[in-house]
Structure formats: structure tokens, C-alpha cells
């Protein structure tokens, strides 16, 4: 078996409980040494607004998702099977999410970001088109706006909500002042926020020495922009891809 850079690694994993096993398991199988403490939650919103746009669901010509959470929460309420509107995602584990029922995408982009979905989307879009946009309450803009640039008339439908999870607060500082972790993940802009503010003006001293891993430029640039320095960052935008580069980080650190 190839010895990863990452055996003995001790990784703090931050994702929501529902999502972190999965990560964890992708560690332990390269050596790594999972420690998971989450800094988001998240929860399902409206259930009777999603229900009743469940219901209106074939008005519509694209189905857009950005996230496999948007997918787990909007498709309960979708009687299946019936024929669907086309659907995008903005990326393979998006993807793997409708695969799990059954489903499959006309559109993925090759670049997991909401710029690329919506660049290319946008030659598929005819004005007038309707497009429901199923995401969380924090979804950035910029896909909307694009796609309501090209004509198209798109609702937004708010199906989860994230917000920060501080039950682990204590169990992380201690972590941290003992230098107990090699390396931080992030997978989210609002990770990075809860991060922030679980450490406040500790973070420079708690976070020397860490490495910090984001898995893609988004939340890179939400952690620079906080003052954390990043020292990876995922070219494939996965769990996978986040692993990737943190055992070619650890490789050519020589830790």
C-alpha cells in the first residue's frame, strides 16, 4: 500500500454531523487521524412553502442545485417518479445526491463553482425561461443574477438553513492550545465564519503552525478575507480533492 503524507495526521473535520462521517471515513483510509468537531448546522426550512413549489414544480424549465444538501431537502416533497423539468448542478457530489434518486443532471459544469454553472448555463437559457433556484439560505447571488441578466425569470426557493454550531467550542480550543492538530478543513464560507468566531482574538496564536485546508477559491478567499491564512486549497473542489492536496502539502513540507 502507497504510504500517504497524511498517516499520523491529526485533521480537525468541521462539517455538518450529517456530512462528516463520510469525510472522516476518506481520512482513516489514507492514515489520517479524523477529529470532528462541527462548526455548522444545518436544518430545513419552511416545509409548507417547499411543499406547495413542489407542487408547481413542472412550470418551470431548469431545476438548479448547488449544494447536495438543496437535493436532500427539496426532493421529499417531489412526488416521484414524474417527469422533472432539466435540472443543473454545480457538481459531482451534487450530482451523486440525484443519483441517489434515481436522477441525473443535464448540466454539470467542469469547474465546481457557481460562476461556472452559471456561464454554462446561460447558452441553454431562451428569455422567458423560468428557472427555480433550490438552495440554502446562504447561497451567494451570483447565479441568479446571471441567469436573470440572460432573460431568464428565476424564483428562489430558501429549502435549509445553515448557521453556526458552538457546542464544540471548549473541546476545539483545548485541541488547539495543546497543538494537537495538524490541519484544519474548511468546506465553507460559513465554516470559515463559525471558525472565526468560536477563536475571536486568539485565532493568529491558536492557528500558528496549523495548516489550514480549504477545498476550493470560495471559501479561500472568505478565510483570507477573515485574516486566517490559507495554506491549501483543493483544485478539484470534493472531499477527495481536499484530501489530495493536503498529502501533497505534507509531502513537500516533509512533516
Not at 412553502?49 to 421529499?76: D, G, Q
Not at 417518479?81 to 454539470?108: I, Y
Not at 472531499?239 to 501533497?248: L, N, P, S, T, Y
Request: glycine content about 6%; aromatic content about 6%; proline content about 7%.
Amino acid at each position: 500500500m502507497t504510504h500517504s503524507a497524511l498517516a499520523g495526521k491529526t485533521v480537525l473535520v468541521t462539517r455538518g454531523k450529517e456530512q462528516a462521517a463520510s469525510f472522516s471515513a476518506k481520512l482513516r483510509a489514507v492514515g489520517a487521524v479524523p477529529v470532528e468537531i462541527p462548526l455548522i448546522a444545518i436544518r430545513p426550512a419552511a416545509p409548507e412553502k417547499i411543499a406547495a413549489m413542489a407542487e408547481r414544480i413542472n412550470e418551470y424549465h431548469w431545476l438548479i442545485f448547488t449544494s447536495a444538501n438543496a437535493v436532500r431537502f427539496f426532493f421529499p416533497h417531489v412526488l416521484l417518479p414524474q417527469p422533472l423539468p432539466k435540472m443543473a448542478v454545480v457538481g459531482r457530489k451534487t450530482a451523486a445526491a440525484l443519483a441517489e434518486l434515481g436522477l441525473s443532471p443535464a448540466l454539470v459544469p467542469d469547474d465546481y463553482t457557481a460562476e461556472r454553472l452559471a456561464a454554462a448555463l446561460v447558452p441553454h437559457i431562451k428569455r422567458g425561461d423560468r428557472v427555480l433556484f433550490v438552495k440554502g439560505n446562504l447561497a451567494r447571488p451570483t447565479l441568479p443574477e446571471s441567469l436573470r441578466n440572460a432573460g431568464a425569470v428565476v424564483d428562489e426557493l430558501t429549502v435549509y438553513e445553515t448557521a453556526p454550531d458552538e457546542s464544540g467550542r471548549e473541546r476545539l480550543l483545548l485541541l488547539l492550545r495543546r497543538r494537537e492538530l495538524d490541519a484544519v478543513t474548511l468546506m465553507s464560507p460559513s465554516a470559515v465564519d463559525s471558525l472565526v468566531r468560536l477563536l475571536d482574538k486568539e485565532a493568529d496564536a491558536l492557528l500558528s503552525g496549523v495548516a489550514v485546508a480549504c477545498i476550493g477559491p470560495v471559501t479561500k478567499e472568505a478565510a483570507e478575507r477573515a485574516g486566517i491564512p490559507v495554506h491549501i486549497c483543493a483544485a478539484d473542489y470534493t472531499a477527495d480533492g481536499i484530501i489530495k492536496a493536503m498529502e501533497q502539502y505534507f509531502s513537500m513540507e516533509g512533516q
